[in-house]
């Protein structure tokens, strides 16, 4: 397309439905619970149906899932739910959170917070660590074949779920005061 910038051509890119199946069909069997535990989705059906993008992983909750994805009961804590079904898909924003929380952390503790905060904010980060610890290491001990086959389904969807037109964050919305949000 003679862009000066691959970037600007990306921009072009659009992953198929036969191609984000493929996907899904990939890294649906490596999707683990909380606790490293194996939890792949029966089929592709139950992975479109019966779970939605969090920011950190898929989620199974019924009321979050018929929401899509925007009653999360935990506040976007995904790796303290049971209903967290991370995938490898997820591994890069994973670990773009810990970074970010261990910022986050450090600015807390430069600004005195309470202890409880501090505590919180590390059981949070040692959480998340856990999470891409066992995705690793279930990645680890496949061929070299299914990591390259797991590294381009999650490329392929990274790229969907970028594209649909949104950013997913952990939000709260907050009462301004006289009543304005």
Known sequence: MDHKDPKTTIGYY?????RKRAAVEVVRKHAL?????????????????????APFG???????????????????????CDFYRPDPSYLPVVEDHIR???AERE????????????????????????VAANMKRKIEDLTAEERTEI?????????????NGRTLLPLTALQQPGGAQ
Do not use: H
């Open 14 to 18: 659009k992953v198929t439905l036969k």
């Open 33 to 53: 619970n909380r606790g490293g535990r194996p939890a792949p989705m029966p089929s592709n059906a139950a992975y479109e149906r019966s779970s939605v993008a």
């Open 58 to 80: 898929g989620c199974v909750e019924p009321s979050n899932v018929k929401a899509g994805g925007k009653a999360c009961p935990l506040r976007f804590r995904c790796a303290g």
């Open 100 to 102: 970010t929380m261990k």
């Open 107 to 130: 600015t807390a503790q430069a600004l005195d917070a309470a202890e409880w905060v501090i505590r919180n904010m590390n059981e949070e980060i040692d959480a998340y660590r856990r």
């Open 151 to 163: 590294e381009e389904a999650s490329k392929i969807l990274r790229k969907t779920r970028s594209s």
